[in-house]
């Protein structure tokens, strides 16, 4: 990503396309500072996957639900180039291998740094996540606000989405999905 071509972008919409006064003192700078928020952190991951799992050898053979849970997260929505803000659960069975809390977070923080719409990034993090630590199953479920929806079209402050993408074992056993969405259940509550 140029973020040479983003600030000339920005720059020229906000003179040419808004009208807006560039010497305006709380202007001053804005185009190199969206450039930059844009390109180093809010669309950092533009074309790239996750690979930096740290797994370990299940040599206890630990056979039940993982889960981390509270996972902040900010994404863009790719339809109106707002933030979407919220939290997201990982939950899994391993099979040969365990993987560290933190690279659970940050699988969830390196998809969320691109424009997408939620459902795709909760799908980007689960294949991503499925590919890499190959467990017997795996749930996400996310819930974010949109700012979409609250400051523009509907302008609901308290609207939130959720989605989820369930494989393997969660997928195939209802048992083992409804305990995960129990589990689910008792971190919202806290």
Not at 135 to 142: D, R, S, V, Y
Request: aromatic share 10%; with cysteine; charged share 20%.
């Amino acid at each position: 990503m140029n973020e040479t071509q983003v600030r000339i972008f920005f720059e020229d919409l906000m003179l040419r396309g808004l009208g807006l006064d560039m010497e305006d003192p709380n202007l001053v700078g804005t185009p190199d500072r969206v450039a930059r928020m844009y390109c180093r952190e809010f669309f950092a991951n533009v074309g790239k996957e996750f690979t930096n799992f740290k797994s370990f050898p299940n040599d206890k053979g630990y056979d039940q639900i993982i889960m981390a849970d509270n996972i902040d997260f900010v994404s863009v929505c790719s339809h109106h180039f707002l933030p979407f803000t919220g939290k997201a659960w990982i939950l899994y069975i391993p099979d040969k291998k365990l993987t560290g809390l933190s690279k659970m977070a940050r699988v969830v923080t390196h998809y969320a740094a691109r424009p997408q719409i939620q459902e795709t990034l909760c799908h980007d993090i689960l294949a991503s996540f499925v590919k890499n630590i190959q467990p017997l199953g795996a749930m996400i479920f996310m819930r974010a606000e949109h700012a979409c929806m609250q400051c523009r079209g509907a302008k609901q402050a308290n609207a939130g989405m959720g989605t989820s993408q369930i494989w393997g074992v969660f997928k195939e056993n209802p048992n083992i999905k409804s305990e995960g969405l129990d589990l689910i259940k008792i971190s919202l509550a806290r």
